[in-house]
């Protein structure tokens, strides 16, 4: 028995059943695809971020402390100057990718090769920078105390500046010894033994009677205010954005008294800048989207061989470097949410 079958007019529609919908090849419908899954896994780990940050609001730390530091210009306060061109570089290569297909679309092999190398240069450049941001946030600059409650307590001086632990730290001779699981000690296991023994430091401390502590607790206006009241000294300390909140001398030495360890940059298990959750988001979300950037850098590479070698030519299309690009602008989109998140709010 023969079976009638029915075609429909796909005259006016968008898709009438073939095997390119919306007019994409199969190609390009796998790599949107992949690129709204990798939306999802990236909006879940900012959302985790938001809440776990609005949770603790109070110990978060401050971007414009942190992210200080620029290239060639050491001890020169430059707060959020190199994200900030980090950022422009890597929006900047979206610029060259999206001229390398409209060069690809027009079948120029020079042009789509030129833009290409300028799109993997700026790839290139934005995880470097990523690494050594990195190494700066690892190595830390000020070095802090963390109490048998795990508080960080920093140090500043009359004025409300910061003030590093080797600038008035003490000198005690003694034999110091890493805590490690090999000497019994695994419970309070070390990477590296810290520059400065929690001794050192309270006894320089009391040394300089014009250093503060300042703990990981941000004031809010009218602590601000009180704060102001409190230090006379502070009174040109401008507090019309977010600072942490500065204890007497008697206050700090106080809290100096429960001193448990020194902490000298951050990690996954301590933070000198304030909240340990803060080290472990940083590290698993910036490191999760520099995973994606250099993925998408050796691609560009490959793809950057095959037009040299004249592949695409040959094929009469450049629907390869359409299908990176489309990568490549999700890359970058996803930093500006990371940047917003991160540095921004």
Do not use: C
């Not at 530091?69 to 950022?87: E, I, K, Q, R």
């Not at 590093?164 to 001779?173: G, Q, R, W, Y």
């Not at 520059?195 to 320089?204: A, F, I, L």
């Not at 230090?231 to 204890?247: A, C, E, G, V």
């Amino acid at each position: 028995m023969g079976s009638t079958v029915t075609t429909a007019t796909t005259e006016g529609k968008t898709w009438g059943g073939g095997n390119e919908p919306l007019g994409a090849s199969y190609g390009k419908l796998m790599m949107w695809f992949f690129i709204m899954s990798d939306a999802l896994t990236f909006s879940g780990f900012l959302a985790a971020y938001g809440f776990s940050r609005f949770k603790f609001i109070e110990t978060w730390p401050l971007a414009d402390e942190v992210f200080t530091h620029f290239p060639f210009m050491h001890g020169v306060a430059a707060p959020m100057y190199y994200v900030a061109l980090m950022t422009f570089i890597l929006i900047f290569s979206s610029v060259t990718m999206v001229l390398a297909v409209d060069a690809g679309h027009q079948m120029k092999q020079q042009k789509v090769a030129f833009y290409m190398f300028l799109t993997i240069i700026g790839g290139l450049i934005f995880v470097g920078s990523q690494a050594w941001e990195w190494k700066n946030f690892i190595s830390g600059e000020y070095g802090a105390i963390e109490t048998k409650g795990g508080s960080i307590l920093q140090f500043v001086d009359n004025t409300g500046k910061r003030v590093k632990l080797e600038d008035f730290a003490a000198t005690i001779p003694h034999e110091r010894e890493q805590h490690k699981a090999s000497n019994g000690i695994w419970f309070e296991s070390e990477a590296t033994l810290p520059t400065y023994t929690v001794e050192e430091v309270v006894e320089g401390f009391k040394s300089h009677p014009n250093i503060l502590v300042r703990t990981e607790v941000i004031l809010t206006k009218e602590t601000a205010e009180k704060a102001q009241g409190l230090h006379p000294t502070l009174n040109d300390f401008k507090f019309h954005s977010k600072h942490k909140s500065i204890l007497t001398r008697e206050e700090s030495l106080a809290r100096l008294a429960n001193a448990h360890l020194v902490v000298e940059g951050a990690n996954l298990q301590r933070n000198e800048y304030g909240s340990k959750l803060f080290a472990d988001f940083f590290f698993f979300i910036t490191g999760f989207h520099g995973f994606h950037v250099f993925s998408g850098v050796i691609i560009n590479i490959i793809i950057f061989i095959n037009i040299l070698l004249g592949t695409y030519e040959k094929r009469r299309t450049y629907e390869m470097v359409e299908k990176v690009g489309l990568y490549w602008h999700f890359v970058d989109l996803v930093w500006v949410f990371v940047f917003t998140f991160f540095y921004l709010v």
